[in-house]
């Protein structure tokens, strides 16, 4: 299967949901390439809930593209989610956690790695280029610049949450019912 979050919308991708008609995962979001995913429905695995116009065709068969495909066994989903660069923004509502711009976002080091620094959820936050740049070697006491939400590691819900505001670039329509199901229960 092709890694989730690297199928271009060219590749017209299902959406893949647990058995339970939730996204297999948000962040990256659960998507297969049209072939993986018809080799899913060829080996039973998942069942077809909305499908693309687009066909494709063998001398033997013609099948419309699945949009959104179902697992038939449900897969425990992880709590945690992968320490990526879009989680790290995500986490901080990619803004500047100095000076809450939203522009020129890039990442600090709250302890600078030349100082022992590790690069992990507790001591990466989204940063703008010009505190970034104002911060450089320092530590955050001897700068004074210390951000606005101690960076931890965020749960996937809490990351579903903060998604809500910025949602994933490229949605296909037959989608939409199945990524925000929950939300009219959110004040
Ligand atoms: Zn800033």
Known sequence: M?????????????LVLNADYRPLSYYPLSLWSWQDTIKAVFLDRVNILDHYDRAVSSPSFEMQLPSVVSL???????RYPAFTRFNVFLRDKFSCQYC????????????????????????VVAACSPCNLRKANKLP???????????????VHELHHNGRAFPPNYLHESWQDYLYWDSELEP
């Open 2 to 14: 092709v890694r989730s979050g690297q199928v271009s919308p060219e590749s017209c991708p299902a």
């Open 72 to 78: 038939k066994t449900y897969v425990k989903p992880a």
């Open 100 to 123: 809450g711009a939203r522009s020129e976002l890039t990442f600090d080091h709250v302890i600078p790695r030349s100082r022992g620094g590790l690069t992990t959820w507790d001591n």
């Open 141 to 155: 006491t001897e700068i004074g610049m210390i951000p606005y939400e101690s960076p931890i590691r965020p749960t």
